[in-house]
């Protein structure tokens, strides 16, 4: 308040002065460029004051809009409903964080259609043209970015809720038990790996993903879309093979378990690696890493199981089932000797 007065003060005083000093004609040409500058400045006082009047009104309708955005949000229970998807996260830290982000989009969006009016009030064509065009440009665009963000949110919340859908079912199942008890995924040391939380955070990676390439073919930015698209493939071709490469693992173990209790140690080993092998080259086709180098060294390692589980399995028959191949023998082709006993 005591600047503005001061400010009006000296303006009175110099506007006094101006007018007084005119009255000589030896000082009428002198203070002809000073009265020509201030009669611009004070033609265009009225459009500085409509101006920043428009853009007072839309702050205060701007902070009007962020409260009962934010109230009714949280009447809703919209951080609260949040909360419980997204179990993992403490309610107690940022509980009105939802409701807090769209209020202040909101005032955002409303302060910036004010601003718009009240740039256009000033009709400064070299600063107001520049400004109004990206203004209309993001007013225009706001529409898709809130679309974009509003899919993108229902497929995170989709995901939190798939997830943790994931993780107290599947254990509740036996899956977790089952699978550590035939694969040996828990140790003996160690941190545990637990099977349903690695299958919920693939599955939450691929929600978020498909959502992130379908609010961005919203914003249409061609050049994103494309990305997210080659990524989205890769990142399913890579998820699939890894599948695939587990699942190996997963047989791999019990064919080993299977064959040691029936047919030893070696034999075991034998149907354990080549399996893995086998399954690891299957993965990586599937993933479309090194096709030819891939479909080369399978061939090979295709013929170096076949190799050795025909070698395995003769030494197992061999070391293993020579007392059980006799006595077959024995029954199937009995001697003259064995007959002369029977008789």
């Not at 205060?60 to 809009?65: E, S």
């Not at 007013?139 to 509003?150: G, H, K, M, R, W």
């Not at 479309?288 to 199981?305: C, N, P, R, S």
């Amino acid at each position: 308040g005591k600047s503005l007065g001061k400010a009006v003060f000296w303006v009175l005083w110099l506007v006094f002065i101006m007018m007084g000093l005119s009255r000589f004609p030896q000082l009428a040409e002198p203070l002809q460029g000073i009265k020509d500058m201030l009669n611009r400045i004070f033609s265009y006082v009225p459009q500085i004051i409509g101006a920043g009047f428009i853009f007072f009104i839309g702050w205060v309708l701007a902070r009007i809009f962020r409260e009962a955005a934010t109230s009714t949000l949280e009447a809703a229970q919209v951080d609260n409903l949040v909360a419980k998807l997204g179990s993992e996260t403490d309610s107690g830290v940022g509980s009105r964080a939802i409701s807090k982000t769209l209020g202040t989009l909101l005032y955002a969006f409303v302060l910036f259609v004010f601003s718009l009016a009240a740039l256009s009030v000033l009709k400064i064509e070299s600063i107001s043209a520049p400004l109004t065009d990206m203004l209309h440009k993001i007013t225009d665009y706001i529409p898709q970015v809130f679309a974009a963000s509003v899919v993108m949110a229902l497929f995170v919340l989709v995901a939190k809720f798939v997830s943790n859908l994931i993780k107290s079912t599947l254990p509740a199942l036996g899956v977790d038990n089952s699978l550590s008890a035939l694969t040996a995924l828990g140790g003996n040391g160690g941190k545990q790996i637990v099977p349903s939380k690695i299958i919920a955070m693939i599955t939450f990676i691929g929600i978020v993903l498909t959502g992130l390439s379908t609010a961005v073919s919203i914003l249409k930015i061609d050049q994103l879309t494309s990305v997210f698209s080659t990524l989205l493939h890769l990142g399913g071709s890579i998820t699939m093979g890894g599948v695939i490469i587990g699942a190996g693992l997963f047989i791999a173990s019990v064919l080993s378990k299977i064959f040691g209790e029936t047919s030893g140690p070696l034999a075991a080993r034998i149907i354990k690696y080549a399996t893995i092998v086998l399954f690891t080259f299957m993965g990586l086709n599937y993933m479309g890493i090194g096709q030819e180098i891939v479909d080369t060294a399978f061939k090979y390692a295709l013929g170096a199981v076949a190799f050795a589980a025909g070698v395995g399995g003769a030494l197992a028959f061999g070391f293993g089932g020579r007392d059980w191949a006799k006595a077959k023998l024995a029954k199937w082709f009995p001697t003259t000797a064995s007959r002369a006993k029977k008789k």
